[in-house]
C-alpha cells in the first residue's frame, strides 16, 4: 500500500461518511470479508488493509463531527442573548461598520455571573456592528488569540434561498461553525494577549503598510498585498471581478510557486552567507514554516508549504519521493488535522490541480516533441490546469471563459515570471532603503498595467459559453472517469495519435454534455426568485427564449461617512439574480419586462446589462423617472430596443406557448404602481397571471375588459392590501397565488386582509419570505413544484 492510495482511501472514507448512512461501515467490513474468502493469498492483505483505512477514516470523521457537535445551536434557535467568553481565532477583518471574525467559546453565562464551561469549546462567527470611526480603527488592532467578553445575539446562519446560490449555512457548517454572534462593539471587552499568532498577523499587517508605502497607486499596492502576502480584502471588487471572470483567481492565491520563489530566496542569501548547503535546506524549512503563517496559512498555502518541505527535506538526507506520494503526505497530514478542509473550495482546487500537475504534464510533453520544450511545458502546465479545475469552477461558479486557455497561457507567466519576484525584490530593497525599491516598483506597475488594461476589455466581450449550466452528478461521475482513465491507458501505451484523437473527442462529448443541450425539452420553467422585498421572475421557454420580469432592487441608504462604507456592498441584481442566471448556464435575455419604474423592481437590472446579450425590453410605455431613465439608457448604448405593447397584443415564442399583452393601455391615464405591466402566459393549457405592483384601479381596469379565470397568479405588490381586491380574485379564481416579499419585512407585506381573501378564494399560496425560490415547471405531462426552503 502506497500513500497515495493511503490518502486517496482516507479521503474516499470521509465523503462516504458524510453523505451515507453509518451502516455503510459495516456493509464495507462485510464485503471485504466475503471477497478475501475468493482471492488469492498475496491480494488478502492488501484487500483487508485498503477496507482497514477506508473505515477507520469513516470513522474518524464520524469522531470529528461528534466533538464539533454544537452546543449552542439550541439557544442560537431561539435567538437569545448570552454572555460569552471566548477567544478570537481568525483575523478581524472590517467592511465598513461592521467587522467579521471567528472565535471559540469557551464559557457562557446568562447573568454575567454565574459562568458554564462547554464541554467541547465552540467556534461561531461574531459580526461586531461599529458606530464610530474611533471604534472602526479599534477593531482593526485586534489579534488572533486575543480574549472577549459580551452579551451577544446568538442566531443560525440562513440557508441558501435560490437554487444553486451560495449556501452560507452549509459554507460555516465546513468551517466548523453552526451558531453565529451579532454584537454592538460598545457591549464587548477585549484582553489582549501577545500570542504567537498575533505577532505573524502584526507582522503581515505591518508588511501589508510597507507595500502601501512603496506602491503609490492605491489599486496597484491591493493588488500586490494579495499577489505577496495572500491578504485578498484590498484587491479592488471590479479586479477580483474580472480575475475570476478570466480564470486568473488562483494567480492571488498563495501557491507552490510562491512556496518555491521563497525557498530559492532563502536558499540563495543562506549560501552567500556560507552556510552548507544541508543546513540551509534545514534553516529554510524552518523559515518556510514561518513564511507559511506570515500569508495566513491558507489550505493551498499550508499545501503547499507541506509539500515543498518534504522536497527541501528529501534533499536533505538525499532521497527521493514521487511527487504523488509528497501530495498525498500533504493531504493525509491536513485531513486529519480537520476534515471538514474536504469542502473548503480552495483546498479542492489546490489539491486537485496539483495532482493534475504532477500526473498530466509528464504525458503532455509526450504530445508534439518537435515543439521547442520550454514551449511544451508552458503548454502542458496550462492544459492541465485548466482541465482539472473546470469541473470544479463550472460547480461552485458556474463560470468558465473560453479565453481562459489563452489567458492563462500568456499571462500567468507574466505576473509569476516578472511581478511576483519583482513585488519580493521590492519589499526586501525597502528593507534597506525606499529609493533602492523605486526600480522594482515602477517596473511592476507598469507590467501590470499594462497586462490589466487590455485583460478588462476582454472582461466586456460577450463570449460564448461563458456562464455553466450546474453540473449533474452524472456528468461530474463521468469526467472525473475520464481524468482518471486516460492516464492509466497512456501508461498501458495507448498513446498513439488515434487514440488521442479519440480521449479529446470524449472530453469534447463531456464539454457539450456539460452545456446541457437537451435538458429542457418542451418544458417551461418559470422561477420566482427570492430577492427580498422585491420581485424577479425568470421565464425560460424550451430552449428558445429566456425573459426576465424585472429584478428587484436594493433600496439606497442614507448619506453614509466614507469609514461606514462596505467594499463590495450587496446588490440584488449582482448578488441573486446575476448568480441564478449564470447557474442556468443563460447568455442571452431575449425579453426584459419592466413591469414599473419602483426601485424594487427594476433597480437589480443596471447590473446585468453589462454581462449579458438581450434580445429587446418591455416597457409600460410612461415617462421614464430617475432610475428607469439610467437604465433604458443602458440599453439604448448597447443598441437593445426597447418596446411596449396594447391590450389584447399576443404573441408566441413555442407551440402551446402565449403570451398575451392584459394592461396598461398606451393611452390610458394610470401611473404608478397601476401603470405596471400586466402580461398573461399560457404555457401546455396553464395560464400564469404576471401583475407587478398593479393596485386596485389597475385591477378594476382588467376586470373590466374581461379577465378570464387563470390557474397560476403572481400577486401584485407583495400582497399589500391595496392589491388583490375581491373583484380580481373573483374574475381570475387562481388556483394557485405566489406571493414575492421579504423575510421580515417592514411594510408587514403580506397584509393578513390580503391573505383571507387568497384563502376564501381557495388558493394555494406560495411565499418566497417563508420558502425561498419558488420554482413551476409546466409540460405537457404538468406541472412540477418546487421551493427552495422547505415548508414549516
Known amino acids: 500500500m502506497t500513500v497515495f492510495g493511503a490518502g486517496i482511501l482516507m479521503m474516499a472514507g470521509m465523503l462516504l461518511s458524510a453523505y451515507l448512512h453509518p451502516a455503510w461501515l459495516l456493509v464495507a467490513a462485510g464485503l471485504s470479508a466475503a471477497l478475501a474468502g475468493f482471492m488469492p493469498q498475496n491480494l488478502r492483505k492488501r484487500s483487508a488493509l485498503c477496507a482497514l483505512i477506508l473505515i477507520l477514516a469513516g470513522l474518524f470523521f464520524y469522531g470529528y463531527e461528534f466533538l464539533h457537535r454544537s452546543e449552542l ?98 459554507y460555516l457548517y465546513w468551517q466548523g461553525v453552526q451558531v453565529t454572534g451579532e454584537v454592538e462593539f460598545k457591549n464587548l471587552r477585549i484582553n489582549e494577549y501577545d500570542t504567537l499568532w498575533a505577532r505573524f498577523q502584526s507582522w503581515q499587517d505591518a508588511g501589508a503598510a510597507r507595500i502601501e508605502r512603496l506602491f503609490p497607486d492605491p489599486e496597484v499596492a491591493g493588488y500586490m498585498k494579495s499577489l505577496l ?18 480564470g486568473l483567481s488562483h494567480v492571488l492565491a498563495i501557491s507552490g510557486l510562491h512556496v518555491t520563489l521563497v525557498s530559492n530566496m532563502f536558499m540563495w542569501c543562506l549560501e552567500r552567507f556560507g552556510i552548507g548547503r544541508r543546513w540551509a535546506l534545514i534553516i529554510t524549512i524552518c523559515l518556510l514554516t514561518g513564511y507559511v503563517l506570515l500569508v495566513g496559512a491558507s489550505s493551498s498555502a499550508v499545501r503547499s508549504g507541506l509539500m515543498g518541505g518534504v522536497g527541501l527535506a ?114 526586501v530593497l525597502g528593507l534597506i532603503h525606499p529609493a533602492l525599491s523605486i526600480w522594482p516598483v515602477n517596473l511592476s506597475s507598469f507590467v501590470l498595467n499594462w497586462v490589466h488594461k ?12 461563458t456562464y455553466w449550466p450546474h453540473p449533474s452528478w452524472w456528468w461530474l461521475f463521468l469526467y472525473t472517469i475520464l481524468l482518471i482513465v486516460v492516464p492509466i491507458l497512456w501508461k498501458l501505451g495507448l498513446h498513439r495519435r ?62 453614509r461617512e466614507t469609514w461606514q462604507e462596505k467594499r463590495d456592498p450587496f446588490e440584488v441584481g449582482k448578488d441573486v439574480v446575476l448568480p441564478f442566471l449564470m447557474a442556468r448556464g443563460i447568455e442571452k435575455i431575449d425579453r426584459v419586462v419592466m413591469t414599473h419604474g419602483d426601485m424594487d423592481h427594476i433597480g437589480g437590472i443596471a447590473a446585468l446589462v453589462p454581462r449579458f446579450a438581450f434580445g429587446e425590453v418591455i416597457v409600460n410605455g410612461r415617462s421614464p423617472q430617475e432610475k428607469e431613465k439610467e437604465i433604458l439608457r443602458l440599453f439604448r448604448d448597447k443598441g437593445v430596443p426597447i418596446l411596449t405593447g396594447s391590450p389584447g397584443q399576443t404573441w ?34 396553464t395560464t400564469v397571471l404576471f401583475t407587478g405592483d398593479v393596485e386596485r384601479n389597475g385591477e378594476m381596469n382588467l376586470v373590466k375588459n374581461g379577465l378570464r379565470p387563470v390557474d397560476i397568479l403572481k400577486v401584485a405588490h407583495h400582497g399589500s392590501k391595496t392589491s388583490s381586491s375581491e373583484a380580481l380574485l373573483a374574475a381570475s379564481s387562481p388556483k394557485v397565488a405566489i406571493i414575492s416579499a421579504g423575510a421580515n419585512n417592514r411594510y408587514g407585506h403580506p397584509s393578513p386582509d390580503v391573505l383571507k381573501r387568497l384563502k376564501k378564494a381557495g388558493s394555494t399560496v406560495y411565499r418566497t419570505d417563508q420558502q425561498g425560490a419558488i420554482t413551476l415547471v409546466i409540460s405537457p405531462r404538468g406541472l412540477t413544484w418546487k421551493t427552495q426552503i422547505t415548508d414549516t
Open 454 to 465: 487590455p485583460l478588462f476589455g476582454l472582461q466586456h466581450l460577450e463570449i460564448p459559453f
Open 73 to 170: 445551536k439550541p439557544l442560537a434557535e431561539q435567538e437569545q442573548r448570552v454572555w460569552v467568553r471566548a477567544v478570537i481565532s481568525s483575523p478581524v477583518k472590517r467592511d465598513g461598520d461592521v467587522a467579521r471574525f471567528f472565535a471559540v467559546v469557551q464559557e457562557t453565562s446568562e447573568d454575567h455571573r454565574y459562568w458554564n464551561q462547554l464541554q467541547t469549546t465552540e467556534c461561531i462567527l461574531i459580526r461586531v456592528k461599529l458606530a464610530t470611526f474611533e471604534e472602526a480603527k479599534s477593531v482593526e488592532q485586534w489579534r488572533r488569540g486575543s480574549e472577549l467578553v459580551g452579551r451577544i445575539q446568538l442566531s443560525v446562519p440562513s440557508p441558501a434561498r435560490n437554487p444553486h446560490a451560495f449556501d452560507y449555512s452549509r
Open 229 to 246: 502576502l495572500g491578504l485578498g480584502q484590498d484587491v479592488t471588487p471590479e479586479m477580483e471581478e474580472m480575475y475570476s471572470y478570466l
Open 652 to 685: 408566441s415564442d413555442a407551440p402551446g406557448v402565449e403570451w398575451k399583452w392584459l394592461h396598461p393601455g398606451q393611452t390610458s391615464v394610470y401611473a404608478g404602481n397601476d401603470a405596471s405591466v400586466v402580461l398573461q402566459l399560457t404555457a401546455h393549457q
Open 498 to 559: 488515434r487514440d488521442t484523437i479519440l480521449y479529446v473527442a470524449f472530453l469534447f462529448i463531456l464539454l457539450v454534455a456539460a452545456r446541457q443541450p437537451f435538458s429542457a425539452g418542451d418544458e417551461v420553467r418559470i422561477t420566482f426568485l427570492d430577492v427580498g422585498q422585491g420581485d424577479s421572475i425568470v421565464v425560460e421557454i424550451a430552449n428558445k427564449k429566456v425573459y426576465l420580469i424585472d429584478a428587484g432592487g436594493t433600496m439606497p441608504f442614507s448619506t
Open 314 to 427: 528529501c534533499q536533505a538526507l538525499g532521497a527521493r519521493l514521487d511527487g504523488k506520494q509528497v501530495w498525498s503526505g500533504a493531504l493525509i497530514v491536513m485531513l486529519s488535522f480537520n476534515p471538514y478542509q474536504l469542502w473548503h473550495i480552495g483546498f479542492q482546487l489546490s489539491f486537485a490541480v496539483t495532482l493534475g500537475l504532477i500526473i498530466y504534464v509528464p504525458y503532455s510533453l509526450q504530445v508534439f516533441v518537435r515543439v521547442p520544450v520550454w514551449i511544451r511545458t508552458l503548454v502542458a502546465v496550462t492544459f492541465a490546469a485548466q482541465l482539472v479545475s473546470f469541473p470544479f469552477l463550472v460547480y461552485h461558479f458556474h463560470q468558465f471563459s473560453p479565453l481562459s486557455w489563452l489567458v492563462n497561457l500568456i499571462v500567468t507567466p507574466i505576473l509569476s515570471i516578472i511581478v511576483l519576484p519583482l513585488g519580493y525584490i521590492a519589499i
